[in-house]
Antibody, heavy 123, light 106 residues
Framework: QVHLQESGPGLVKPSETLSLTCNVS?????????WGWIRQPPGQGLEWIGG???????SYNPSLKSRATISLDPSNNQFSLTLNSVTAADTAVYYC????????????????WGQGALVTVSS | SYELTQPPSVSVSPGQTASITCSGN??????VGWYQQKAGQSPVLVIY???QRPSGIPERFSGSNSGSTATLTISGTQAVDEADYYC?????????FGGGTKLTVL
């Protein structure tokens, strides 16, 4: 079993930067696999934010217009998300997840998820 | 950008078969995953790569993908299957989720 746990501030002011960390246990992120972030605004559906490999290769949802940055820290077995210039529309539960079988064939699937972290953007 | 379209809601009687569709342009050329999300919980993978079932997922869950539509089928639906269901695929290296379908077991 792979365990993921999100952590970070639950309240962020508008125009500031949202920062979250996903701690991974019982599995090394250096073993490969793709590690991603997904969010869910209250009462709405899932939205893929982006993800990356421990090598540093990353990809992002174009709708976020370059506001998101994902980085992996193999030494601490964790990965992080920063989202700058936040607005109320960024209020959501943020999930981190592992993607298996991710590659050029685009066969990947999210097989392990964290419990989610609610981030509210408000002054 | 690529889009996946799901019906907002599906209703089924206990013991009957529920079918949830997911539509997208040339979807059969992609691999589709399905996720179950119960109220207040994280999503759970129930089908991956169109029809593969993860360990621990009941056999009543099955999937298919043909043409522009992928389908999640739940045979002998039980009350515990009441949840939101999301399809997901990759468009190049961009992840895409469908809008979700609320399954009600009446």
């Amino acid at each position: 079993q792979v365990h993921l746990q999100e952590s970070g501030p639950g309240l962020v002011k508008p125009s500031e930067t949202l920062s979250l960390t996903c701690n991974v246990s019982d599995f090394s992120i250096s073993s490969g696999y793709y590690w991603g972030w997904i969010r869910q605004p209250p009462g709405q559906g899932l939205e893929w934010i982006g993800g990356g490999f421990y090598t540093g290769s990353t990809s992002y949802n174009p709708s976020l217009k370059s506001r998101a940055t994902i980085s992996l820290d193999p030494s601490n077995n964790q990965f992080s998300l920063t989202l700058n210039s936040v607005t109320a529309a960024d209020t959501a539960v943020y999930y981190c997840a592992r993607v298996s079988d991710f590659g050029d064939s685009h066969r990947g699937y999210f097989d392990f998820w964290g419990q989610g972290a609610l981030v509210t953007v408000s002054s | 950008s690529y889009e996946l379209t799901q019906p907002p809601s599906v209703s089924v009687s206990p013991g009957q078969t529920a079918s949830i569709t997911c539509s997208g342009n040339k979807l059969e050329d992609k691999y589709v995953g399905w996720y179950q999300q119960k109220a207040g919980q994280s999503p759970v993978l129930v089908i991956y790569q169109d029809y593969q079932r993860p360990s621990g997922i009941p056999e009543r869950f099955s999937g298919s993908n043909s043409g522009s539509t992928a389908t999640l089928t739940i045979s002998g639906t039980q009350a515990v299957d009441e949840a939101d269901y999301y399809c997901q695929a990759w468009d190049s290296y961009t992840g895409v989720f469908g809008g979700g379908t609320k399954l009600t077991v009446l």
